[in-house]
């Protein structure tokens, strides 16, 4: 990835979670609660660490931006908004999205191991990422009362 595909990808998670925020701070009504989704590449490549919500960030740049991206989501908290940090990894569904495309080159004979074959691939179902945002948004409304 060279320089410039770097700077848009920071630019398009942290720069623009900062323009969010700046926005949520001149709003007369604060929502109750931000979900920022950022990624598990968040802790970066740990191999078989066991790794936790309280597992320090990686160090990679990939960790960076998700790091930084996650701090200026937390900024919302100044203005009492609840912030909820998801992080996913590839999120999975036969109607779209990475499956199909992960599908295909096996389909015509072309699949195989990519790497080792020993690295770890993190993913949910996108049924239960979209019951995780629900429940985030419902213990938020429900704590409110």
């Known amino acids: 990835m060279d320089g410039v595909q770097k700077q848009l990808l920071r630019?398009?998670?942290?720069?623009?979670?900062r323009a969010l925020v700046a926005a949520l701070g001149k709003m007369n009504a604060?929502?109750?609660?931000l979900i920022s989704a950022s990624a598990i590449g968040f802790?970066?490549?740990?191999?078989?660490?066991?790794?936790?919500e309280e597992s320090a960030a990686g160090t990679s740049?990939?960790?960076?931006?998700?790091?930084?991206?996650?701090?200026?989501?937390?900024?919302?908290?100044q203005f009492r908004t609840r912030v909820v940090l998801a992080r996913f990894g590839i999120i999975l569904s036969k109607?779209?999205?990475?499956l199909p495309k992960m599908i295909l080159p096996f389909k015509l004979g072309l699949g195989g191991r990519i790497?080792?074959?020993?690295?770890?691939?993190?993913?949910?179902?996108?049924?239960?990422?979209?019951?995780?945002?629900?429940v985030a948004l419902a213990t938020v409304k429900s704590a409110a009362r």
């Open 43 to 52: 802790y970066g490549d740990r191999g078989d660490e066991v790794l936790t």
């Open 30 to 33: 604060k929502p109750d609660v």
């Open 11 to 17: 630019t398009s998670r942290v720069d623009a979670t």
């Open 95 to 98: 109607s779209g999205g990475a």
């Open 115 to 134: 790497g080792s074959g020993k690295q770890w691939m993190s993913w949910v179902r996108l049924e239960d990422v979209v019951q995780i945002l629900r």
């Open 61 to 77: 740049f990939l960790a960076g931006i998700s790091k930084d991206w996650e701090a200026e989501a937390l900024r919302a908290e």
